[in-house]
């Protein structure tokens, strides 16, 4: 689990493992190409971050926090050399509804190999000599929140040497540390991460393991996506029929899930591009109309998965409400279309464990 590149499979059987580590700072900076978890976003592109009326949450309108991103570039495309996927999403309990996705956010952003802001012959794995702030700044002079480290366009009237994308970011930030670093009080600007944001993991990755009696199991689910996304639609002829088949297919699809990831608990990714994601339930299954199409025309795919175990390494549990998910499922434009240095918003498709199911 030395990676935190997600390459291409050789087959689209292939599922690539998403697991957290801890990493020093500078691993997680822009120029390292990391996927991440947590923290502040390490923005691919330096220009053209995503606004804030496009990060808010459907749902309460308040802005929506980095949750993780995911460094898949794809080779056979110049324009794919880096490409990032980000996932942002609302941390407030009271907008995740059962199967509701209106309270995540995912952009992609892809550059080629020749492009403004790295050299054409990167050094990952070389720690810098200087570590550059930018978590206020990008090399572009692009300013940041102070606290989440979105575009950030609003500066404190009374200093002006902090910036935050709304008036919510710059309220926490003030009782949090600013009050006290801009009446002088505080020695230094502080750049420790707020308790605001998630906590910071490095993502890495591992293909996964399977036995042959897994192997057969795993195309048994792949078979079954089409089936499951029908049982949806309702059979009209007899509603018990329905329900009692519905109990049934829903227990299956769970026993299937806990038992595919027996082997591995601790993942908290599934990547699997153009495959399936692994359903925790039989409910609320996409059909493909269910998906949009990218505006470019393509057709959107399956691209990764954010697994239940993430949630306990946030620290979002209060003794009256949390954030939750069964699983998040990403798609991604199929051709992966040009934007330029734009972040382009993708589709997430949120579904919620049925009935007194657990991992």
């Not at 700044?137 to 366009?153: A, D, I, N, P």
């Not at 949390?322 to 998040?328: E, K, L, M, P, Y």
């Not at 990403?330 to 919620?352: L, N, R």
């Amino acid at each position: 689990m030395a990676a935190n590149t997600v390459k291409e499979s050789k087959t689209n059987r292939e599922v690539v493992l998403g697991f957290l580590e801890e990493a020093e700072s500078w691993q997680l900076l822009s120029n390292q190409f990391p996927s991440k978890v947590g923290g502040r976003p390490a923005w691919l592109s330096q220009v053209d971050l995503p606004v804030v009326s496009e990060l808010q949450c459907e749902k309460c309108k308040l802005s929506t926090v980095f949750l993780l991103q995911v460094y898949a570039p794809i080779t056979e495309y110049d324009r794919c050399f880096h490409r990032t996927l980000f996932v942002f999403c609302c941390k407030t309990p009271a907008c995740y509804t059962r199967n509701d996705n209106k309270c995540f956010k995912v952009f992609r952003c892809q550059l080629p190999r020749k492009n403004d802001f790295y050299p054409f012959d990167p050094s990952p794995d070389e720690k810098p000599e200087q570590l550059v702030n930018n978590h206020q700044v990008l090399g572009s002079g692009l300013k940041l929140c102070r606290l989440c480290g979105c575009l950030g366009q609003k500066a404190c009237s009374r200093c002006h040497s902090v910036t935050y994308c709304c008036k919510e970011h710059q309220t926490i930030d003030w009782k949090h540390r600013h009050k006290k670093e801009c009446s002088n009080e505080a020695s230094e600007s502080s750049e420790e991460l707020s308790s605001f944001l998630f906590p910071e993991w490095e993502l890495v990755t591992d293909p996964e393991k399977l036995l042959a009696k897994d192997e057969e199991l795993h195309e048994a689910h792949t078979l079954d996506q089409e089936s499951m996304a029908c049982l949806n639609n309702g059979l009209e002829d007899s509603e018990l029929e329905s329900m009692a088949l519905h109990e049934t297919q829903d227990s299956k699809v769970f026993q299937k899930f806990k038992k595919r990831i027996a082997n591995e608990p601790q993942q908290v990714l599934r990547y699997r591009k153009v495959g399936s994601p692994l359903w925790v339930s039989a409910e609320h299954v996409p059909r493909e109309e269910d998906v949009p199409e990218c505006p470019c025309g393509a057709k959107r795919l399956f691209e990764f998965q954010i697994m239940p175990q993430l949630l306990n390494h946030l620290k979002v549990d209060t003794t009256d409400a949390s954030i939750d998910w069964g699983t998040v499922a990403i798609y991604t434009c199929a051709d992966s279309c040009d934007q330029g240095t734009k972040y382009s918003a993708e589709f997430i498709w949120k579904q919620d464990f049925s009935g007194d199911q657990a991992v």
